[in-house]
């Protein structure tokens, strides 16, 4: 399971950016994010990972 803080970078980093490498998402044991609201500097949006679902607000 990603500690909270890498889960925080995750999130940061879909921020910029919404699709990811196949690459990315094998090395980052990342297996889909969904960004359901965008807001300036904050938003809404799931994480999941190929052993553990987690939903955050970023």
């Known amino acids: ?13 879909v921020a910029k950016c919404k699709s990811f490498s196949k690459e990315y998402l094998q090395n ?12 300036p500097k904050r938003g809404i ?3 999941f990972l190929k052993s553990v679902s987690l939903s955050c607000i970023y």
């Open 28 to 39: 980052k044991r990342l297996h889909e994010v969904q960004i359901v609201d965008a807001i």
């Open 45 to 47: 949006g799931f994480c």
């Open 1 to 13: 399971m990603i500690a909270k803080l890498d889960l925080y970078k995750v999130f940061s980093e």
